[in-house]
Each structure stands twice: as C-alpha cells, then as structure tokens.
C-alpha cells in the first residue's frame, strides 16, 4: 500500500530503550526474574546511595526501564516506609496511576489498597498506617498540601513523568521546592524519559541552597544527583509516508492491515488523540477483521484512552494469546507513562490533543495538534522493546524535519490558570507571579486568572481568597467555575440539580460514540433533549437511568453510556458529601429550571456568548472577547441556535465549538458578575 513507502536509507532511529528479554512464559512465578532483568535493577545499590545522601535526585531512562513500578519497591526494601512513613510517587495521568499501583501490588504478592495503594481524584484506594507505597496524580498531591502543607507523612516523594511538564506537576515541583527547605529529611526524586536533567538541578539547586550547603554539616546535600539508567537497545526503523494523508484514522488503519498482511508477529501500537479518533478505528478494525474471514482474524484490537473503564484497562494488559496479534489503539498514554509488552511496530499519526489558551481571546481550546519531534521520537522508541522493530509515520520526512517543534511547550505555558492559581492561593502563596516556576506562565494570563476569580468572588481586593467563598471554592476538587456554581445553588435552592449537573461536567461524554449510527444517536438525543440545552438534558438523562434501575440494556438503547452513568452516580455521591461538609443544604428545585440556568450563569458567566444577528451560519460571538464560535454538533442546542447562551468547554477543529450550551437570560450576567460585564 502507497502509505507504507520504505525509503532505502531512511532514518535509522536507534532506540536507547532496553529490553528484558521477551515474555514468553510470562507469568507470576518469575516475576522475580523479570524485575530482575530490568536496567534499573543495575542502579538500584546507586539509587538508595544517592536518595540516602542527597535531598534531590533526579533519574533519567527509557520508557521500561523499571524507574515506577521499582523504584518505590526499592525504598520500602531499604526502610523508607517503616515507622508509619510513606513513599509516594506521582503520575500525571488517572490510568497511569491506576495501572502502575496495580502493576506494583501484584509483583510485591499484595491486594491492592493495602500495602501498595492509590489515589486519584474521586477514588481513594488506600488504608492508612497500611499502605507504605502509593501512587497519586499530582492533583491529588496539591490537594494534600491544603491538609497537611509539609506533606509529614512521606519520606519520599517521586515525581515521576517529569518530561511531561503537565501543570500539576510544574506546580508540584515548585512546591516540593519549598517544602524541602522546611523538611531536611525530605527526599524527592524526579524522575523522566527525557529531560533537560541540568535545568532540573539547577532548578533545585538556588543560592539559598548552596549557602546552606556551607553552613550545615550534617544532612543530605543540596546538590541534586543525577543518574542516568542506560541500557541495551534495539534499532527501530522508521518509515514516512511520500505524501502527506487526508484522513489519518483511515491511514491508520490500512497501515495496520498492511502489518498485519506483510509483517511477521509482533504486537501493534497506535497513536491516535482521543476517544473519539481511537473508537472509529477500532470499529473499522474490528469490521474488518470480521469481514475478511482468515485474513485479519488474527488482530485483536484494543483502545487505550484515559475514560477507559478498569476491565478494559487490564485487558490492554493482558498477554497476546499465541497465534494472535495485539493492536492497541491509544492516546498519548502508551508514549512514556505506560509499558506494554510485546509491541514490535508503531504506527504514529504525529497528533495528540493539546490545549492552547489564548490570553487576548481568553478562549481555551482543545486541539488535535502536532506533536513534537520528541514525543515522535518517544513513540517510535515503543517499538524497540522486545526486538527490532518498526514504526510508521503517517506524516512525510519533510514534515518531520521542518514542521515539528524540537520539543513540546510546557502545559503551563498554554492553559488557562484559573484552577492553579486558585489551588497556589489556598496554600498560602499570595505572590504568584513571584511563585518559583519552573518554567513561567504568561503574565496576561495570569491577570486574567485574576480577574475571573475576582469576578467569581473567590479574591477579594487584595487578590487574597474571601471567606468563606473563596475558601469553599479552593476546597471543591473541581474547577473553580463549577463549584461556584455548586456554591450559588445553595442559595438558589436546587442543589441537587446542580450537583449532577457537575458530576456529569466532570466526565468526557455521557453518550455513546456514534460510529455510523447519527441518525439513531440523534433522535436517542431527542427523547432527553430539552429546549434550555445541554445541562437541563443531563438532568434528564440521570432521571431516566435512575428510573431503569441503573439499566446497562437502557443505556445501550437510549446511546447513552454506561460506565459513564456508573461514574457519574459516584461522583455525585461524592460531591453530595463535600456539599454536606461545607454546610450546603441539598435540595432539588422540583423543575424549577431557570434556578439551574442561574446558579450555571454564576459559575460560567465568563463563557457567555451571543449569537451573531447577520450571520447565516449560526455563528456567535464571545460577550467579553468578540470570538467567533459555533455550537457543537453533539450539543442539543446545534441548529437550535438560541440568541443567548453559556458554554462549558471550546474544541477546536474547523472551527471554535462550545461544548455542553445552555440558554440564558443576558439581564443574568450582569447581576452574578457586575464587575465582570460592567463596560457592556
Ligand atoms: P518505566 O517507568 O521506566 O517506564 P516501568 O517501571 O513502568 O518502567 O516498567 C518496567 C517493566 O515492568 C516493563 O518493562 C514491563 O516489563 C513491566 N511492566 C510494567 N507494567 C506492567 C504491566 N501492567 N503488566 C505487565 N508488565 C508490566
Ligand atoms: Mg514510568
């Protein structure tokens, strides 16, 4: 096939990826074995020197080298956990932490929330004064600090995933900064796939540190350490396409068809950007490989994205059966945070979804974007795990030479900073623009953080949170926006509504993908949709699933999904408790719906949008910014075209999206946020 074009002297990427040995006979009585055969294990006598004489140590190796699931077991074996301390280690990602914690529990023999746990927001899996190591995102470790600000119950910390740069973890290390100096005995480890680990140490390493080297004797030194994990590596071949492809899903696919027709065994990994992308390729995959009898009956697929539920996580996991041959469909989760076993060919789209914010517009877009010559370089490392391997870009060389960016911008650079500034307030740090960043954000889109949090009524004159709002709000693991929300339904007396309609918020889509089937997605819609838009309907999708039971056969006849529902059943129940503690008083409006329009308008008043009177097409603008944007196919509201609405989040793709829209009255916005509409 045209796309599988094998130029002769090609890029020959030699990956700095080891391997252990192949898997075969995997399984649970040679778990020993394997750890042993990791590159880590090498270090390990190194890294407990380095971590027992340093307070800082950062740790660089190849995606599989063994730097999550050993180095904590390491620590406990060398007493970090003993006399009730804690060892944790951080990932940016839910399923990451989720996968490693249960990886780790079932070498060390142990069930997982005992002694090896995690936490992630909304799902607490650990026993305290049991578990020694747990694994957490590093959202949830911010939000520790508000409990405990010195973290006193860890020894050691490791902020794994660093190259990422998420903002939690930028957030994270600035932070972990401080608190060393007020924690001696504090050990950190950062540790990462890539990284520029001497901007790292000298970012642990300022002139307070070094003076304090001088004066103090005894102690671990402020120097940070830096290892590198090397090991043995297998080439991966790198192949382009000669011209550039329209639709990179379909490519996908016939690439992995092609492999499959051409290739001898091997697993297959592909990157794609999200749910959607990832679900239509499995349908076609799966179609085909149905259709084709003998042919493609050998691929089992499978899609790696971070909704996905935790059956389904663990088969990703699973070991090919013989005969068979694996495909894995994923987001960018697969490029470092995960290790899978047995990929010998890659198959990267150079996309991933990216947010970009723009200060001037205050717009925050999700965008399928190219990724970086670094991430592409990370990807095609998957491949060279167990042998030679190869990976298929579905881009052309010249792209890859002049059009990718060396290396990603860090998330804090491209966000909205509404929620971190919030989260930094509640520590206790007025000075954010003075905050040690690792890398600084903007100072325009910290002023609009600013602005929009003193319009929710969270900063007072002094840009110092207010009580008890702003407090109240800080304590909410939400956005900002939504608790506020939650916090003005109190008042208006229809906190149950508004307490679903955030647990729903909170998840990526209550309905099904809709693969071929619009026509039947669409008036499934219908049965729920109501005319005040995306929110009112949630309310409606949740009374009907309360209804049936908690029917899966209603979900899949009403498209709506399952697993979601679960969650979000959960995530209410949740939010009912936090509700409770701050002393909200949960009440439904009965119907009531322009109350859950307005306590909506108090949390979102900054996404208000009016529609464009001589536009044919649908088309509104931004109250405050003037941005052209269009209601989202998905929402019940796309071609309704109400003249005023509120939105929740924006997707790029031909065009700016609102997603999730609901009506609104214009005389709401200024009443909830007078200051925030004053020169309107
Ligand atoms: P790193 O953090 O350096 O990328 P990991 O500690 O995640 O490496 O993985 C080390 C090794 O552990 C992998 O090479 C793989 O052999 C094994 N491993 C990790 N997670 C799993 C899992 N969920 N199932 C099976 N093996 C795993
Ligand atoms: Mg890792």
């Known amino acids: 096939p045209r796309i599988l074009e094998d130029e002769d002297g090609g890029v020959v990427f030699v990956s700095a990826a080891l391997s252990s040995a192949p898997t075969s006979g995997f399984g649970y009585a040679n778990i020993d074995k394997q750890r042993q055969r990791l590159p880590i294990y090498k270090y390990r006598n190194a890294i407990l020197y380095l971590v027992e004489t340093h307070a800082t140590t950062i740790i660089v190796g190849e995606t599989g080298s063994g730097k999550t699931t050993q180095i904590p077991q390491f620590l406990k074996e060398a007493g970090w956990a003993e006399g009730g301390r804690v060892i944790a280690c951080t990932q940016p990602r839910r399923l990451a932490v989720q996968a490693v914690a249960s990886r780790v529990a079932e070498e060390l023999g142990v069930r997982l929330g005992e002694d090896v746990g995690y936490t992630i927001r909304f799902e607490d899996l650990t026993t305290s004064d049991v578990t020694?190591?747990?694994?957490?995102?590093?959202?949830?470790?911010?939000?520790?600090?508000?409990?405990?600000?010195?973290?006193?119950?860890?020894?050691?910390?490791?902020?794994?995933?660093?190259?990422?740069?998420?903002?939690?973890?930028?957030?994270?290390?600035?932070?972990?900064?401080?608190?060393?100096?007020?924690?001696?005995?504090?050990?950190?480890?950062?540790?990462?796939?890539?990284?520029?680990?001497?901007?790292?140490?000298?970012?642990?390493?300022?002139?307070?540190?070094?003076?304090?080297?001088?004066?103090?004797?005894?102690?671990?030194?402020?120097?940070?350490?830096?290892?590198?994990?090397?090991?043995?590596?297998?080439?991966?071949?790198?192949?382009?396409?000669?011209?550039?492809?329209?639709?990179?899903?379909?490519?996908?696919v016939s690439t992995v068809l092609a492999i499959n027709d051409q290739e001898p065994a091997g697993d297959i990994l592909v990157f794609l950007t999200g749910e959607d992308d990832i679900g239509v390729a499995v349908s076609l995959l799966t179609e085909e490989a149905q259709a084709n009898g003998n042919k493609s009956s050998g691929l089992i697929v499978f899609p790696l994205y971070s909704g996905l539920p935790r059956a389904e996580q663990d088969l990703v996991f699973s070991p090919t059966p013989r005969g068979k041959r694996k495909v894995i469909i994923s987001t960018n989760i697969a490029e470092t945070s995960l290790t899978l076993e047995g990929i010998v060919y890659v198959v990267d789209s150079g996309f991933s979804k990216q947010r970009f914010y723009n200060p001037i517009s205050d717009i925050e877009n999700l965008v399928v974007a190219p990724i970086s010559k670094a991430s592409a370089r990370q990807r095609a490392g998957r491949a060279g795990r167990v042998r030679p391997g190869k990976c298929y870009r579905l881009y052309t060389e010249e792209h890859f030479i002049n059009e990718m960016s060396a290396e990603g911008i860090p998330e804090i650079q491209r966000s909205n900073l509404v929620s971190c500034v919030i989260q930094i307030k509640a520590l206790g740090i007025d000075n954010i623009l003075g905050f040690g960043w690792l890398a600084s954000p903007a100072p325009e889109t910290m002023i609009r953080a600013l602005e929009v949090l003193y319009s929710l009524g969270v900063l007072d004159d002094d840009a110092k949170l207010t009580s008890p709002v702003g407090f109240q709000v800080a304590e909410i693991p939400l956005e900002p926006m939504i608790s506020k929300m939650i916090l003005s339904s109190n008042q208006l007396g229809c906190s149950e509504e508004i307490i679903t309609i955030a647990a729903i918020l909170s998840l990526q889509s209550i309905w099904v993908s809709s693969r071929g089937a619009y026509k039947e997605l669409d008036e499934a819609k219908m049965r729920f949709a109501a005319a005040e838009g995306d929110h009112v309907t949630f309310l409606n999708v949740y009374q009907g699933f309360l209804e049936s039971g908690k029917s899966s056969q209603w979900c899949h006849k009403n498209f709506v999904n399952y697993h979601a529902m679960k969650k979000a059943v959960e995530i209410r129940e949740q939010l009912r408790r936090i509700a409770l503690r701050l002393g909200i008083t949960l009440k439904s409006c009965e119907r009531d719906t322009e109350v859950v329009r307005k306590a909506v308008t108090a949390g979102f008043f900054a996404n208000a949008c009016r529609l464009d009177v001589y536009s044919h097409n649908g088309m509104y603008k931004t109250i405050r910014g003037s941005q052209e944007v269009h209601i989202h196919p998905s929402s019940v509201l796309f071609r309704v075209n109400p003249k005023w609405v509120i939105y929740h989040s924006i997707v790029l793709t031909d065009r700016q999206y609102m997603r999730n829209v609901m009506t609104i009255d214009p005389s709401w916005l200024t009443d909830v946020a007078p200051h925030f509409y004053q020169h309107q």
């Not at 140490?201 to 671990?220: I, M, N, Y």
């Open 132 to 252: 020694k190591i747990k694994f957490l995102t590093d959202g949830v470790l911010i939000r520790e600090m508000m409990e405990d600000p010195l973290l006193t119950k860890y020894s050691v910390i490791m902020v794994d995933e660093a190259h990422e740069r998420s903002i939690s973890t930028d957030v994270v290390l600035g932070l972990l900064k401080k608190i060393q100096r007020r924690r001696p005995e504090l050990r950190l480890i950062i540790s990462s796939a890539t990284i520029e680990a001497k901007s790292m140490a000298a970012f642990f390493l300022d002139r307070k540190g070094r003076q304090r080297v001088e004066t103090h004797e005894s102690g671990p030194s402020k120097e940070p350490a830096i290892l590198s994990v090397e090991g043995r590596g297998f080439n991966v071949r790198i192949h382009y396409v000669v011209e550039a492809v329209a639709d990179y899903v379909q490519a996908a």
